[in-house]
């Protein structure tokens, strides 16, 4: 990879890292005012990426650092710890709490969002000529260039991570999710049956055939986002 190749990378690994935090910290604050205090007593409820790191070094650290430097993108894991007792006992607080990482990931996105919209308008950025999920966007100049790309990043991840984890699989955020909108008896049930370790490995198996398909429209719907005139193929 050129120097250029690599700063993208390493860009997307901050940007992975920032996210994956916030989407962690957002479970364990709502688990908090639900009643569960391990998150908290672990040290989760923080923007700070160290307990995070500390409690998934691979997942939040060696992958998404690896995948960034050599594919050009990241990808990793974080967990966050719960008391299964409580979880069991307040199966709607538990789905609020699984709710609460992908909504952190969709609050990144829209101040992004805005922030490039925000651009655009004042001249900062301008339509490029083709678009990356790192360039939607581009700049007269090389600074507002960089602000761009970090933004058009951060934009694009945390669709895409927001979407991921709302896929209704276990052990996606989305199996869990689901006990929002139904009986108590049934969300507990279908949670007890989501953690079941051979459901859970056939979900990620399923959610990995899944997600490249809703990748294209949901870059679509970006584009329309931030280019609402503009068309792009």
């Given at each position: 990879?050129?120097?250029?190749?690599l700063?993208?990378?390493?860009?997307?690994?901050?940007a992975?890292?920032?996210?994956?935090?916030?989407?962690?910290?957002?479970h364990?604050?709502?688990?908090?005012?639900?009643?569960?205090?391990?998150?908290?007593?672990g040290?989760?409820?923080?923007?700070?990426p160290i307990?995070?790191?500390?409690?998934?070094?691979i997942?939040?650290?060696?992958?998404?650092l690896?995948?960034?430097l050599?594919?050009?993108?990241?990808?990793?894991?974080?967990?966050?710890p719960?008391d299964?007792r409580?979880?069991?006992?307040y199966?709607?607080?538990a789905?609020?709490?699984?709710?609460a990482?992908?909504?952190?990931?969709?609050m990144?996105?829209?101040v992004?969002?805005?922030?490039?919209k925000?651009?655009?308008?004042?001249?900062?950025?301008?339509?490029?000529?083709?678009?990356?999920?790192?360039?939607l966007?581009?700049?007269?100049?090389?600074?507002?260039?960089?602000?761009g790309?970090?933004l058009?990043?951060?934009?694009?991840?945390?669709?895409l991570?927001?979407?991921?984890?709302?896929?209704?699989?276990p052990?996606?955020d989305?199996?869990?999710?689901?006990?929002?909108?139904?009986?108590?008896?049934?969300?507990?049930?279908?949670?007890?049956?989501?953690?079941?370790p051979m459901f859970?490995?056939?979900?990620?198996?399923?959610a990995w055939?899944?997600?490249?398909?809703i990748v294209?429209?949901?870059?679509?719907?970006?584009?329309?986002?931030?280019?609402?005139s503009l068309?792009?193929?």
């Amino acid at each position: 990879m050129d120097q250029q190749a690599l700063a993208t990378g390493f860009l997307w690994f901050l940007a992975f890292l920032f996210s994956t935090t916030v989407h962690e910290a957002m479970h364990a604050l709502a688990a908090l005012r639900g009643g569960d205090p391990t998150a908290y007593h672990g040290g989760q409820v923080s923007l700070s990426p160290i307990p995070h790191i500390r409690r998934e070094p691979i997942g939040m650290l060696v992958v998404p650092l690896l995948t960034a430097l050599t594919q050009g993108w990241a990808i990793g894991w974080a967990s966050t710890p719960y008391d299964p007792r409580w979880a069991a006992h307040y199966p709607k607080r538990a789905a609020l709490m699984a709710a609460a990482g992908p909504a952190g990931n969709l609050m990144i996105a829209v101040v992004a969002l805005v922030l490039i919209k925000i651009g655009l308008a004042a001249g900062w950025f301008i339509p490029p000529d083709s678009v990356t999920f790192e360039h939607l966007v581009t700049a007269p100049d090389a600074g507002k260039t960089f602000l761009g790309e970090l933004l058009s990043i951060f934009l694009t991840l945390n669709v895409l991570l927001c979407a991921f984890n709302l896929i209704p699989l276990p052990p996606l955020d989305g199996a869990s999710v689901i006990g929002l909108f139904v009986p108590e008896s049934v969300a507990y049930r279908f949670r007890e049956l989501s953690h079941t370790p051979m459901f859970q490995i056939l979900g990620l198996l399923l959610a990995w055939r899944i997600f490249p398909v809703i990748v294209g429209p949901l870059f679509e719907l970006i584009l329309k986002a931030v280019h609402p005139s503009l068309g792009y193929s």
